[in-house]
């Protein structure tokens, strides 16, 4: 198989096995305590890949010479339990396919707001159109449902899925600059295992860990850690090696349809037309995004 083809497969896969977090989340019971989620998903994520870094490196688990950035480590690990415990909320009260849709939605328009305000960077117009309609898309879906008590629920978690993509884009640069002295799984090991030990201590004060003794949220945990934490990072970072930067954005919407497709079929969630509508707005905004940073890349090499 030629490498680019096997690349983007790998990342495909990446997206299909990210977008299965929602879905295995939603049966675990809701009385396990949110930060325990994030602890136990990180905690388990960070061991498969340390188990990958250290198959591959014959026994060594870091390259000789590998210095982390401790503020980019402090900054990674307090975002990324925000990041992790908002989306739980987020699925727990606006179910997988809005608060997922959200999540995934968002990165790009807080990414060019950063690199905007902060780095005085302009933005293209093809970022602002697609941004415009990703808000109106997930405003529709989070008053899909009116005001009433559902409805209430809904807005809270739509709310909460904003805030998760909004740490999210924070934890993108941390491990984007981080993967200037390291490679992508060293920096997403150091920062998944920090923000875990982070968690741990609150995630104990908050309710313990007993619950973990459940054989029924022992095999949840490990396939949230792995399926959905380990094996995408690794298929990610694999793959992203044999396809151009920019088509990653495009093989990335496999994360959000799988996880629709899932909280639609496994978990039979139905969306109202308005939360239909502010679905295919998102799904239509990032696909616009995805193909216009292809045609921008393929220009720069000559190819169109």
Known sequence: MHN?????????????????YGTIASYLPTTI????VGTVRLGIGAFGIAIILLIRRKGRLF?????F????????AVVLAIAQTALYLGIRSAGVT????????TPPLFSGLFSRVVKKERQSLDWLLSSLVIVVGCYLMAISKGVDSQGTALIWGSVSALIAGASWTVVGTMLRDMQKVASPLDSSLVIMLASSMVMLPIAILQGGL??????KVIVLSIALGLLSGAIPYWLFTTGARSIQASHAFLYGLAEP???SFLGMVVLGERLSPMGVAGYLAVVCALGFFSFQQIRHANREIGLG
């Not at 809005?98 to 939605?105: D, K, L, N, Q, V």
């Not at 007993?210 to 054989?215: F, G, Q």
């Open 33 to 36: 305590p949110t930060l325990a």
């Open 98 to 105: 809005i608060a997922t849709m959200i999540f995934i939605g």
């Open 210 to 215: 007993a619950w973990i003794a459940d054989s």
């Open 4 to 20: 680019s083809v096997l690349g983007a497969v790998q990342v495909l896969l990446a997206g299909v096995c990210w977008g299965t």
């Open 257 to 259: 349809i799988t996880a």
């Open 63 to 67: 390259t000789p010479g590998t210095r």
């Open 69 to 76: 950035p401790i503020p980019h480590i402090m900054i990674g």
